[in-house]
């Protein structure tokens, strides 16, 4: 009753086709999966980025802990 059939999804499709035409609605599926396909990029290099970050510290923190270990070591 209240819902929405396949007849009527058919229809508003058919009528988006005629108003906006074939053409113009691949363009703009073709800028729709760039614009995913950019923020996924986006997203991944951030992901990367933070690693690198985290491994870097680490890296850090242990170059720390060995000139601690060995000023410990010439005060003994």
């Not at 229809?11 to 113009?24: M, Q, R």
């Not at 396909?37 to 510290?57: H, L, P, Q, R, V």
Request: hydrophobic share 40%; proline share 0%; net charge neutral.
């Amino acid at each position: 009753m209240g819902g929405i059939s396949i007849w009527q999804l058919l229809i508003i499709a058919l009528i988006v086709v005629l108003l906006f035409g074939t053409k113009k609605l691949r363009s703009l599926g073709g800028d729709l999966g760039g614009a995913v396909k950019g923020f996924k990029n986006a997203m991944s290099s951030e992901d990367e980025k933070k690693a690198i970050e985290d491994t870097s510290a680490e890296k850090t923190a242990q170059t720390e802990e060995k000139k601690t270990e060995s000023k410990d070591k010439e005060q003994a």
